[in-house]
Each structure stands twice: as C-alpha cells, then as structure tokens.
C-alpha cells in the first residue's frame, strides 16, 4: 500500500480556467491521491475554485486564506488540502513577511489514515527572487510549526507546496538538513530529488519551465519550486519514498493545467 499525495499550484483562475479545471479534474482521476495540497485558491461570495475542483470526488477540503487576491480584494487568497481521509484537526499559520503586501500562510490537518495518525501541510512561500531572506524566516516557521503539531508515533510528517525557491537555495537546504539557522536544523526528504538520485537522473528537473506559455510570459528562467517534503521514514519503512514524479507537466490541445507543474508521490504506508 502506499499513500499517494499530489501539490498543484493552480494558477487561481487565470488563462483559460474552464479548460484548465478540466485538465487538473482529470489528474486527480487519473492519479487518484489521497492527499492534495493546492496553492492559489480562491474562495469568494462568486467563487470556489476549491468546489469546482473537488466535485464529485469525495474528499474532505479545508481552505486557508494567506492574503485578499490582488485582483479583487473581496475574494481570498490561499491554500488547500483534500483528504480521502478523516481531517480531525485544522491550524492555520501566519508566516514572516518581508513588511510589503505579500503576506503567507500554511495549513496543516491532522488526518485519521488507516495506517496512523498523518500530519500533512500545504504552503506557498514568497514569489519575489531577492526573497531568500524572507522564504529563508518562513520554512523556519513552517518546520517549527509543523513539528509541533507531529503526532508522537504517527506517520512521518508531509509537507507540501509552492516553495519559489530552487533546491541549492538555503530554504530548501535547511528543509533538507543541509543549512543551519540561529542553531536549529530539521530533516525532511525531498521525494522528487531522493526518486530521481536513486534512478540516476541528475539532470535539473523544472516546475517551472519555459516551455509552459502560461511560464514563458512572465520572463523568468526556469526553476524547479514545487516540493514534496516527508519526514525520516520510521524504521519499518513507513514514510519510505517509493516513487515521485512531475505530473500536468504537458498540454492538451494547446491546454497547459497550471503555469507551475504539479508533483506526484507514493510513500510506503506498510
């Protein structure tokens, strides 16, 4: 068995969102996840970007706002999560901003799964590529937060999302123990990277790539920002990654599901 967990930013409803809804509805038929975490939802009296994606699947959703959206300050800004399983617990995290408009946040659930108590994470970190500083302050946070709220015994924490920042930066360094801050350190596991070690692919992997138009319009190089992060497996395996990969990373009819691609994993559930 293996639990199957999917992050998606959705590039809220920009481009051609009906056609786009489609395509990302159709991953999650495909892929069939237990778990999502999906950034750049919005929730407002005219729109629930989170409804229409989840229709008819039957998981639970829970939504988190990180700011108003830009284009209209009546509508929220944020993350969520599904969960073929139970949420019993929901908390919701501000994140250190850089004293601008960009504010942040994550959502943890803690889920009741058939093989343990899981806690599970979504977040979108800071866009702007001069904000290392500030992502640097936020994935402290998060990792301190996150922690927190790891049940004592339960599957190894999953921490998922839109990091905006690329694997030698030293956020996701310290998510990978590999940079200390103020004399903390954590561990989590890259499941995308440790997948594509194990194979031997050590080429640069891109979540944001230029061949996506939607990508290409806004003029920055390409970069791999989406992550999904577990906790050390115990030592029965639970938590071990079993495979990942990039996933709505191509179109359909000149169709792209997202300007970001989303990443797919299965770690081992026992």
């Known amino acids: 068995m293996a639990l199957k967990v999917l992050t998606l930013n959705i590039w809220h409803n920009a481009g051609p969102w009906p056609e786009r809804r489609r395509l990302i509805r159709q991953a999650f038929e495909e892929l069939q996840p237990d778990v999502i975490g999906l950034q750049e939802v919005l929730q407002g009296d005219d729109v629930d970007l989170l409804a229409e994606l989840s229709e008819g699947f039957g998981y639970e959703t829970a939504f988190a706002m990180a700011s108003p959206f830009w284009l209209d300050l009546d509508v929220r800004f944020g993350n969520a999560i599904l969960s073929r399983h139970p949420i019993e617990q929901l908390h919701e995290l501000r994140l250190p901003d850089g004293g601008d408009f960009e504010t942040r946040g994550a959502l943890t659930a803690l889920i009741r799964a058939p093989f343990g108590p899981l806690c599970f994470s979504v977040t979108h970190l800071n866009w702007k590529l001069h904000h290392g500083h500030v992502r640097l302050r936020q994935v402290e946070a998060l990792c301190e937060h996150v922690l927190s709220h790891r049940p004592e015994g339960g599957f190894p924490p999953v921490v998922v999302g839109d990091f905006n920042a690329e694997p030698d930066s030293d956020e996701i360094r310290y998510m990978r123990g590999l940079h200390s801050s103020a004399g903390r350190s954590v561990h989590f596991r890259d499941a995308l990277r440790q997948i594509r070690d194990l194979r031997g692919h050590h080429e640069p992997v891109f979540t944001w790539d230029n061949r996506n138009p939607y990508a290409r319009g ?53």
């Open 218 to 270: 806004e003029w920055e190089p390409n970069r791999c920002l989406d992550y999904i992060f577990v906790g050390y497996p115990l030592r029965n395996g639970l938590g071990h990654v079993r495979d990942a990969r990039l996933v709505c990373d191509g179109p359909e009819d000149g169709v792209w599901p997202s300007d970001h691609f989303g990443v797919f994993a299965e770690l081992e559930t026992g």
